[in-house]
């Protein structure tokens, strides 16, 4: 069994009316977690600002402009919620 590391929504975009794509990232921004889920799902199971995610389904960020990005976004919801707020 693969270890869990908590990781923090760091980006939502939404590409139609029925899909929208959720990325959680390590506090540092060195990893990712990328999820399209359909709206339908979102509204009966809302994204909460942490999850603890297996460390071998987490992808490496290779752009370091990226990795800044995603360690300033995590470290705003680190201040800003609890891991299971629902955002």
Do not use: F
Request: negative net charge; proline residues 6%.
């Amino acid at each position: 069994m693969s270890e869990t590391v908590r990781c923090w929504l760091v980006e939502r975009d939404y590409y139609d009316e029925d899909l929208v794509t959720l990325v959680y990232a390590t506090p540092n921004g060195q990893r990712h977690l990328t999820q399209q889920l359909s709206t339908a799902l979102l509204m009966k199971s809302p994204p909460t600002a942490a999850k603890d995610v297996e460390s071998d389904r987490l992808e490496p960020v290779t752009d370091d402009g990226t990795r800044r990005r995603y360690a300033t976004e995590a470290e705003r919801m680190i201040d800003r919620h609890d891991p299971d707020d629902h955002v």
